[in-house]
């Protein structure tokens, strides 16, 4: 059996006679067919980036996509006359994504030759192969999660994020509050899951155990009135974060048990891990309950550890422990805490669900 490709995270076009039929330079009134424009939607909806490498006139070319109306569906195109390897290059280090996540698509063949020579991992598409494309496994992604859908707007809410923070002159907490951050806290529903499945998964240095839950076992939590599946939101001025928290809470008589806190690790920066221990501890708090977190050291969560540190949680035994089940895995550490209630963050406007007792 062939192996399944694996999926491309950002495609990169060329521009004449590829995207759009004719040479810009020559022709002027180029056009874009509809298939080409239904592609760019699809594939945008699939949450799979796009962006451009042409040998063009930079402002003639950007105003031709934004007069056809596809040009926001472009992130960080380079156009010029540089080599067209240097410009998939500095897409995919601006991007962070490793070259074999790459495509390029080009009409071509010495092009294609060019970045194949200096780019060897990148996957290189003849552009007659276009009308193939939203067939083809490698820009099928297997789940399409709600964060998936918005990734290229969350991307360019996050480059001019970055903007701002670079010009920005004073301390840091200044700069989080001009963000105008709004967390929301709540709880997961049934088209979140894909997404919460996937921050067991993928999340490791801000993941308190490492222990995986597949979208069934996170549906049966989600029907057992005992547990409470919590799903964080954040956006803020520049436009949406998307899901970026997770909780897992086990509720007992005397003591909820924390079984997983995952957070992403883009926002770190953001203090989301500690505002999350805080307000748990500030409603297990006012429910007259201790608080009980598992912990699993992993080569990469010591940020984690110094978390639930930072909040208070300690090893100091108690008999609230013992009405508990035995945790997932031997080696799961038990932290504890007796929470006292919690002011709310000074850097961002939080919203979040009322936790009933057990």
């Known amino acids: 059996m062939a192996e399944q490709p694996s999926i491309v995270k950002c495609l990169v076009w060329d521009l004449d ?44 070319a950007w105003k031709r ?12 195109p380079r156009i010029g006359w540089g080599p067209k390897s240097d410009s998939v290059r500095a897409i995919a280090d601006e991007l962070g994504f490793a070259l074999d996540t790459i495509a390029f698509v080009d009409d071509q063949p010495t092009e294609r030759a060019e970045v194949r020579f200096h780019l060897p991992r990148v996957r290189c598409y003849d552009a007659e192969r276009l009308p193939e494309f939203a067939a083809l496994p490698e820009f099928s992604p297997v789940t399409v999660t709600v964060d998936s859908r918005r990734r290229r707007r969350m991307y360019q809410a996050g480059f001019l994020r970055k903007t701002a923070e670079a010009e920005f002159q004073g301390p840091s907490d200044d700069f989080l509050r001009s963000l105008d951050l709004d967390m929301r806290i709540g709880r997961a529903t049934e088209d979140e899951l894909s997404r919460v499945e996937e921050l067991t998964l993928r999340t490791s240095q ?31 001025r520049f436009g949406p974060h998307g899901a970026v928290g997770l909780q897992l809470v086990e509720k007992h008589a005397d003591v909820w048990n924390l079984k997983l806190l995952a957070t992403s690790c883009r926002v770190v920066s953001c203090g989301v891990g500690s505002v ?23 080569e990469r969560n010591r940020m984690m550890e110094i978390a639930y540190r930072l909040a208070g949680f300690t090893d100091e035994p108690c008999d609230c422990r013992a009405g508990l089940p035995s945790p997932a895995q031997e080696d799961i550490r038990r932290l504890h805490l007796i929470p006292a209630p919690c002011a709310p963050p000074p850097t961002m406007t939080l919203h979040a669900v009322s936790l009933r007792s057990a």
Do not use: C
Not at 207 to 236: F, K, M
């Open 17 to 60: 006679n590829t995207l759009w039929q004719g040479t810009l330079l020559e022709d002027g009134d180029v056009e874009l067919p509809a298939f080409v424009r239904e592609l760019i939607t699809e594939l945008d909806s699939r949450g799979i980036l796009q962006s451009v490498a042409s040998k063009n006139d930079h402002d003639q």
């Open 65 to 76: 996509l934004e007069e056809l109306g596809v040009a926001e569906y472009f992130v960080l």
């Open 206 to 236: 801000m993941n308190a155990t490492g222990v995986h839950y597949s979208i069934s076992a996170l549906r049966a939590l989600l029907a057992d009135p005992g547990h409470e599946v919590l799903v964080t939101t954040l956006r803020d």
């Open 276 to 298: 999350l221990l805080g307000w748990l501890g500030d409603r297990a708090a006012h429910a007259g309950v201790h608080l009980v977190a598992d912990f699993r050291h992993t």
